[in-house]
């Protein structure tokens, strides 16, 4: 398939996502997260892989690594001082749990730090400089901690909204400039024109999702992303009958940028190529998938919660990815001034 072919398809997937989002975005979030969203961070992780993750230096990988399981391990730790596994990994994830609280406070600063070491990696070859960048921006980071804005940026929406989000529209773009391509500029537009629409969307015929969609909805602690989004923008609450419109319509948002985030990447198989691997690798990747689906039907918690690991690597992997994306769009901006 051709890229303007894709860019077409893509406009087209967008519209789709957008649809289900007004209609169900809590039964489309659940879906997308559940399932696609597994299957892009094996595929995407193995494809960044492939590549040496964009950067200079072949070693950056454990860089990135490093942060990614200091994070998902703490869990497993945890359960394990404890000689109780299965009752203290999944205590852990309750928002009251020391140790989770201790992690949550760090885990801005370790994205800061993820974020400058790939900047590093992505212009610099001399992988110490990546370390040493990274070690100082996390003591930088120390002190930002009380912060509301730092916590809020780096700790809540860098690794949900911004990185679904954000990113997926830079990478849109660097795609459509670097190929000059007209249904790619209009797919752009076309993403941040599916947001107005959502936030502007009046929500009147929205029924309640079931007490089962709810209950794993609460167990995807994505209902605390909404808050926050509330909170910080200080975003008021429309009321129309039982239903907390803004509150839906954020909810909108999240889902359609999650599940527009998935279809984007397999609707650029044919040109990411990201199956251009090891076979053993491929039916690996097949196995854990459909594991991990099975996982969240069986319980949605455990699910996410045995998953955290993937999902923050595949975050943090791609931070070179997006520092390249970036680095593309200034660079064809610059060529088009002279």
């Known amino acids: 398939m051709k890229s303007t072919q894709i860019d077409w398809l893509n406009i087209g997937l967008m519209f789709l996502a957008l649809i289900l989002a007004l209609k169900i975005p809590f039964e489309l979030f659940l879906f997308s997260y559940a399932v696609m969203g597994p299957l892009h961070y094996l595929t995407e992780i193995n494809w ?39 009752e203290s990994y999944f205590d852990f994830w309750t928002i009251d749990h020391p140790i989770r609280k201790g992690l949550m406070q760090w885990s801005p600063t370790l994205i800061f730090g993820s974020i400058i070491a790939a900047v590093c990696v992505a212009f610099i070859e001399n992988i110490w400089i990546a370390i040493l960048a990274a070690v100082g921006a996390m003591i930088l980071g120390f002190f930002l901690q009380g912060q509301e804005f730092y916590i809020v940026w780096l700790g809540v929406f860098t690794p949900t909204l911004i990185h679904v989000y954000i990113f997926t529209l830079l990478f849109m773009l660097y795609g459509a400039l670097k190929t000059k391509s007209t249904p790619g500029i209009f797919a752009v537009m076309a993403l941040i024109f599916c947001a107005f629409i959502i936030f502007t969307y009046s929500f009147k015929k929205f029924e309640i999702p079931s007490e089962l969609t709810l209950q794993r909805f609460d167990d995807s602690t994505f209902k605390s992303v909404s808050e926050r989004i509330l909170q910080y923008f200080g975003m008021k609450s429309k009321i129309v009958g039982h239903i ?40 690996f990747i097949g196995i854990i998938w459909v594991s991990s689906v099975v996982l969240y039907y069986y319980d949605y918690h455990a699910g996410l919660t045995v998953l955290f690991l993937l999902s923050f690597m595949h975050v943090l992997l791609e931070f070179p990815l997006n520092v390249v994306s970036i680095k593309g769009i200034i660079n064809i901006a610059r060529r088009k001034e002279k």
């Open 244 to 283: 907390n419109v803004t509150f839906i319509r954020i909810q909108s948002f999240i889902a359609f940028a999650y599940t527009y985030h998935y279809l984007n990447w397999f609707s650029k198989t044919s040109i990411i190529k990201w199956y251009e691997t090891d076979k053993k690798q491929l039916i």
């Open 48 to 86: 960044l892989k492939e590549r040496n993750y964009f950067s200079k230096n072949k070693n950056v990988f454990w860089i990135m690594l490093a942060i990614s399981i200091f994070i998902s391990a703490s869990p497993v730790i945890t359960a394990l001082s404890h000689w109780n596994i299965t």
